[in-house]
Nanobody
């Protein structure tokens, strides 16, 4: 079965950087459009960035210029490089297909931006 495992989160000061990873198994990763999503406390889960099977990317407005989504199909892994982090980026970050499949949500990885 499909398994998506997020890692790389942590506590970082405002202005800092983190690199998230999403390891995929049980799927032909290279053919799927994939996305990073996040859910902040008390808010709905939102789409952060998308990368299609041709590695074309798109970003939510608040992260443009700060976040970079990428993928390595040989490793079945997707990444999210997050720079210039802000307290409002604090959330649990998830990866999934784009559009997302309900059965593919993993545990996510917590990102906390705080001084």
């Amino acid at each position: 079965q499909v398994q998506l495992v997020e890692s790389g989160g942590g506590l970082v000061q405002p202005g800092g950087s983190l690199r998230l990873s999403c390891a995929a198994s049980g799927m032909i990763f290279r053919v799927y459009d994939m996305g990073w999503y996040r859910q902040a406390p008390g808010k709905q889960r939102e789409l952060v960035a998308v990368i299609n099977s041709s590695s074309r990317t798109n970003y939510e407005d608040s992260v443009k210029g700060r976040f970079t989504i990428s993928r390595d199909n040989a490793l079945n892994t997707m990444y999210l490089q997050m720079n210039s982090l802000k307290p409002e980026d604090t959330a649990v970050y998830y990866c999934n297909e784009y559009p997302p499949r309900s059965g593919y949500w993993g545990q996510g990885t917590q990102v906390t931006v705080s001084s």
